[in-house]
T-cell receptor, first 116, second 114 residues
Framework: DSGVTQTPKHLITATGQRVTLRCSPR?????VYWYQQSLDQGLQFLIQ???????AKGNILERFSAQQFPDLHSELNLSSLELGDSALYFC???????????????FGEGSWLTVV | AQSVTQLDSHVSVSEGTPVLLRCNYS??????LFWYVQHPNKGLQLLLK??????LVKGINGFEAEFKKSETSFHLTKPSAHMSDAAEYFC????????????FGAGTRLFVKA
């Protein structure tokens, strides 16, 4: 158990709909990352937040948005869903500081999204 | 900017034979390097990490990796493959460039034959 909690584990929804994926980072971790993993595109970095502020942006579509709340949990919002958005969405967390021990990222189990 | 290249998308070995998964990186700073493993339908699990201490790093499940700065490589090895090692492996580089970015390789799928 990595200590990173994601909900829901599985989600089936229709095209055009909107869903929210939730993530609770490990206790004490300030950075939260979102990744999308699909068969055709592999593991894609979407976005990173550090202590409530956006830190880095990857291949995140404009239909997707995220935020990190004061209690450090994060939500990934996916709207106007398309069939191609079906994927496994991972949340991960890390301490978030450039410390000598290395910034290990701990992953949750993922949220399976199926768009039908 | 950092980058990481996993040189093989698929590697197939027989059980009991050595495993070599290759990773090259580039970084303008002193990087931290990681290997993660992902078993089917599971999250990614840290195997080992290098953070500017000993260049030979030992991880879980008998895996180890050697940081070679002159070759900008961080290859993952295991002396004897086990069926349970079949999974996808990701090489990762992290440094303070670009606001502390972490870059994942494309992954190497390891197949282990009986």
């Amino acid at each position: 158990d990595s200590g990173v909690t994601q909900t829901p584990k599985h989600l089936i929804t229709a095209t055009g709909q909107r869903v929210t994926l939730r993530c609770s980072p490990r206790s004490g971790d300030l950075s939260v990352y979102w990744y999308q993993q699909s068969l055709d595109q592999g593991l894609q970095f979407l976005i990173q937040y550090y202590n409530g502020e956006e830190r880095a942006k990857g291949n995140i579509l404009e239909r997707f948005s995220a935020q990190q709340f004061p209690d450090l949990h994060s939500e990934l919002n996916l709207s106007s869903l398309e069939l191609g958005d079906s994927a496994l969405y991972f949340c991960a967390s890390s301490v978030g500081r450039a410390d000598p021990s290395g910034n290990t990222i701990y992953f949750g189990e993922g949220s399976w999204l199926t768009v039908v | 900017a950092q980058s990481v290249t996993q040189l093989d998308s698929h590697v197939s070995v027989s059980e009991g034979t050595p495993v070599l998964l290759r990773c090259n990186y580039s970084s303008s700073y002193s990087p931290s390097l990681f290997w993660y493993v992902q078993h089917p339908n599971k999250g990614l699990q840290l195997l080992l990490k290098y953070t500017s201490a000993a260049t030979l790093v030992k991880g879980i499940n008998g895996f180890e990796a050697e940081f070679k700065k002159s070759e900008t490589s961080f290859h993952l090895t295991k002396p004897s493959a086990h069926m349970s090692d079949a999974a996808e492996y990701f090489c990762v580089v992290s440094d303070i460039g670009g606001g502390f970015k972490t870059i994942f390789g494309a992954g190497t799928r390891l197949f282990v034959k009986a």
